[in-house]
């Protein structure tokens, strides 16, 4: 099957969620049908894609992002006046319609498909079957993000929500098919996006570089990982070291907690002490994690699913969560995590992990088990493959390429960058 795979970024040194399900959805693509990629990529990033995926060779076409990371920050405040929402801006390129104008008018694909909407906003001259990957429902995940106090971010983002619903609703009615990550996704896009027709593909782990090491955690020690700059990430901290931290020193004051990921503000590295250990960047995360007695979630805002969740629970941790940090994924109130949505209630269900061995042992079981029977990359790429089979009419599997699954299994696995949550730009 001929694919032209839409990125809106290179995913070969992902370093956070959106970045991670792309790649390991180009990895089963490439092993399984005929792939041609295009999006937005330096030139160097660009050759080591084509350096680690030989098959990709001859068949990518990026072009330099239209928005340098030094102009981003101007772009916020001008796209408060403009009737178009300011992602919608930052992924709009000439230099890459062109691209895939002479692509699309000189090659015939069966599926286009667009990671996150905006990349489906190009205009896409040719008959192949349109699906968009939906990371979250974006205009809701903008919505839940006005709720911060800084009074400039919450007008920005309540008015992107609006902005970008329009958008997105747009131009996912003019879809084959969609992709979603949560019950909950599909369930919004079914109040504005009836009659396209929609498939749960869910967010998964790779079970081969996640799994339990063998390293006794320290006692009463707190561990969360997540790209610092991503707004969810950075206020479900600070309302966790404000709200939720103070209540478990009173009873724990040993206690630590570890914050991992790129790009921590100012207003995290200020709280940093002999309790708070801010990191920034880690080349490998595992250890830290299997290091923690528990793995915290306090997310109050975002979309799609956390693939913290499924990693941590892969390594066997038992996980504190917020009903929103955990959404979309087929966990249980203490069956396979703790669920606290007041500071309160996350701050007694931490220590109640920290003096309860059985409870915390029957809840990495029962994660563990839900993970390596649900959540695996492998079993998420044949729900691809069986949507694909669905809108094409196939009567039959398909036909793996078994040369590309030959160079693909040798090559070295070894390569595994910064695993980071959250799935967005």
């Known amino acids: 099957m001929k694919i032209l795979y839409l990125m809106p970024y290179n995913p070969v040194k992902p370093t956070f969620g959106g970045a991670l399900r792309i790649y390991h959805i180009l990895v089963h693509l490439l092993k399984h049908h005929d792939v041609t990629v295009a999006g937005f990529s330096s030139k160097k990033d660009e050759n080591l894609l084509v350096e680690r995926f030989p098959l990709l060779k001859g068949r990518t076409h990026f072009v330099d992002h239209p928005y340098p990371e030094k102009l981003k920050r101007w772009s916020l405040l001008a796209s408060l006046f403009s009737s178009h929402s300011h992602w919608y801006k930052l992924s709009q390129s000439k230099p890459l319609q062109k691209e895939l104008d002479i692509l699309l008018s000189r090659e015939q694909f069966d599926i286009i498909q667009s990671e996150f909407p905006v990349l489906a906003m190009n205009r896409l001259n040719s008959n192949a079957l349109k699906i968009i990957d939906c990371h979250n429902v974006e205009y809701d995940n903008f919505r839940r993000m006005a709720i911060v106090k800084n009074s400039f971010r919450k007008l920005f983002y309540y008015y992107e929500s609006y902005k970008f619903s329009r958008e997105e609703i747009g131009i996912c009615r003019k879809q084959d098919a969609l992709f979603v990550t949560s019950d909950r996704d599909i369930a919004l896009l079914n109040t504005s996006v009836l009659n396209t027709p929609k498939y749960l593909v869910p967010n998964g782990v790779d079970a081969n570089y996640f799994h339990p090491l063998k390293l006794k955690p320290n006692p009463h020690s707190l561990v969360f990982v997540g790209m610092m700059k991503y707004l969810p990430n950075s206020d479900g901290m600070l309302y966790f070291l404000d709200e939720v931290f103070p209540k478990i020193l009173n009873q724990y004051p040993d206690t630590t907690i570890t914050i991992i990921g790129k790009d921590p503000s100012d207003a995290l590295l200020r709280r940093a002490n002999k309790h708070i250990i801010v990191t920034g960047f880690v080349e490998d995360t595992r250890p830290y ?137």
């Not at 996350?346 to 109640?352: L, T």
């Open 289 to 425: 994690i299997q290091k923690a007695a528990v793995y915290v979630v306090p997310l109050r805002m975002g979309g799609g699913t956390r693939l913290k969740i499924v990693e941590a629970l892969a390594l066997k941790k038992p996980i504190v969560t917020t009903s929103i940090g955990c959404e979309g994924i087929d966990v249980e109130n203490r069956k396979s995590v703790l669920i606290g949505d007041t500071s309160q209630e996350f701050a007694e269900a931490v220590m109640e992990l920290f003096s309860n061995n059985e409870l915390s042992k029957s809840l990495v079981d029962n994660g563990y088990d839900l993970v390596i029977n649900k959540y695996r990359w492998p079993n998420i790429g044949k729900l691809i493959d069986k949507a694909y089979e669905e809108l094409l009419g196939l009567k039959s599997p398909l036909k793996i390429h078994e040369e590309a699954v030959e160079r693909m299994d040798n090559e070295s696995n070894s390569f595994q960058p910064e695993h980071e949550a959250g799935t967005h730009l």
